[in-house]
């Protein structure tokens, strides 16, 4: 079956030696894994290694043939061109982050236009601005409403959270966080985008991206962190 979709590149994985294998949540089918043939020829290819690079926005046409093996794009082009992420420091290495952590959290086969609506305005959002630092713990809290570990926020006020539960309580427990970290999360979970950019000092940011990667590891089956974990850590130090 034919497919014209929007799709935003999770991963690109070279196979063999000019071949690749590129993991795109689309808009139309969820998740979904494209086999490029020869996509480091530099014979006319139209298949741009430029296409593939973490969080880009197609819009592809592309065969499904919904078997469970890899399908193949039929044509590719640049849905969104980003101004600023590719020359930012900062900004790649939170979209290398976010696309590693995608690539472990989402296993969708499915349409979710709910999520890849959030996911292109947020990459959108982070292109055209420039107080970003909070923008990644933000994204993360947020992408757990989709995914169905969104903290239970009825009791917001109380002092210590259960990761395990994903509720606030009296009394903390052996799953709670300590009340000086659940203080920071409650700051957290009141933030947007557009605000709160020095809400945090730099080790209270470093404690809250542990707590989230964390928490993710512990709501998401064969959930490894990221590898760029560190590389993030180190540009927002």
């Known amino acids: 079956m034919n497919v014209k ?5 999770i991963s690109a994985v070279r196979y063999q030696d000019k071949n690749l294998i590129v993991k795109c949540f689309t808009e139309s089918d969820g998740l979904k894994s494209y086999f490029v043939r020869s996509a480091f020829s530099s014979s ?17 046409e592309a065969t499904h043939r919904n078997k469970g093996t890899l399908e193949h794009f ?16 900062s900004k790649a290495a939170i979209t290398l982050f976010v696309s590693e952590m995608l690539h472990h959290a989402i296993h969708e086969h499915e349409k979710n236009a709910a999520l890849f609506e959030f996911l292109l305005t947020a ?12 923008f990644h713990l933000i994204l993360l809290l947020e992408i757990t409403k989709f995914l169905g570990f ?3 926020v009825t009791q917001v006020s109380l002092p210590f959270f259960d990761v395990s539960e994903g509720v606030f309580n009296e009394a903390g427990g052996l799953n709670s966080l300590p009340e000086s970290e659940t203080v920071l999360l409650r700051k957290l979970l009141s933030l947007r985008f557009h605000d709160g950019h020095k809400a945090f000092h730099v ?10 990667v964390d ?15 560190e590389v993030l850590r180190a540009v927002f130090s």
Do not use: C
């Open 5 to 9: 979709t929007r799709a935003i590149v």
């Open 44 to 60: 006319r290819n139209n298949h741009k290694i430029a296409y593939f690079q973490p969080m880009s926005i197609l819009e592809i």
């Open 74 to 89: 039929r044509e590719i082009r640049l849905a969104t061109h980003y101004q600023s992420i590719p020359g930012h420091v």
């Open 123 to 134: 990459m959108e959002w982070l292109d055209n601005h420039d107080e970003i630092a909070n």
């Open 150 to 152: 969104y903290p239970d």
């Open 203 to 212: 080790s209270e940011r470093q404690t809250l991206l542990r707590i989230l």
């Open 215 to 229: 928490y993710y590891a512990l709501h998401l089956d064969g959930f490894r962190k990221p590898k760029s974990l």
